[in-house]
């Protein structure tokens, strides 16, 4: 019986791979070609510079735990946390503006030992918190 059907499977395969005008078959591929960007990581122990960059029209709320720091970032001002080899905990740092908006970070690595964080106005899919993690991966929630 499984003969017969892996026979089947094979004829119905080849049918529809010779059948002229059937041009628009794709075939799986690997990601290596397709796969977008890497995310943003750093090197676990290494020495690293944050800066949070506020590009909304209002100030915004900073809070770094697990030292529960706040902070108050005016609009257009940036705010600078330097990280130093060797740091074994988390860190995350929440954000918030105090009317309630929504607010996106878009993160980048300018440079080897720098994390730049740009706030912006946000709209459907907002953040309000940035992890580092003690392996070197960075979380928008």
């Known amino acids: 019986m499984s003969k017969l059907a892996s026979a089947t499977f094979l004829a119905t395969a080849l049918t529809i791979l010779t059948v002229p005008g059937n041009s628009q078959i794709s075939l799986a591929g690997t990601c290596a070609s397709h796969c977008g960007q890497r995310p943003i990581q750093?090197?676990?122990?290494?020495?690293?510079?944050?800066?949070?960059?506020?590009?909304?029209?209002?100030?915004?709320?900073?809070?770094?735990l697990?030292?529960?720091?706040?902070?108050?970032?005016?609009?257009?001002?940036?705010?600078?946390?330097?990280?130093?080899?060797?740091?074994?905990?988390?860190?995350?740092?929440?954000?918030?503006?105090?009317?309630?908006?929504?607010?996106?970070?878009?993160?980048?690595?300018?440079?080897?030992?720098t994390l730049r964080v740009e706030i912006r106005p946000g709209g459907a899919n907002s953040h309000r918190s940035l992890e580092l993690l003690n392996d070197g991966r960075i979380r928008l929630f």
């Open 66 to 113: 697990p030292e529960m720091q706040r902070f108050s970032l005016p609009s257009g001002q940036k705010f600078q946390l330097d990280i130093p080899g060797g740091a074994e905990s988390n860190l995350s740092l929440l954000f918030w503006d105090e009317a309630g908006k929504s607010l996106k970070a878009v993160v980048s690595k300018p440079n080897f030992g």
């Open 42 to 64: 750093f090197t676990p122990g290494q020495y690293l510079r944050v800066q949070v960059i506020n590009s909304t029209a209002k100030v915004i709320k900073l809070e770094k």
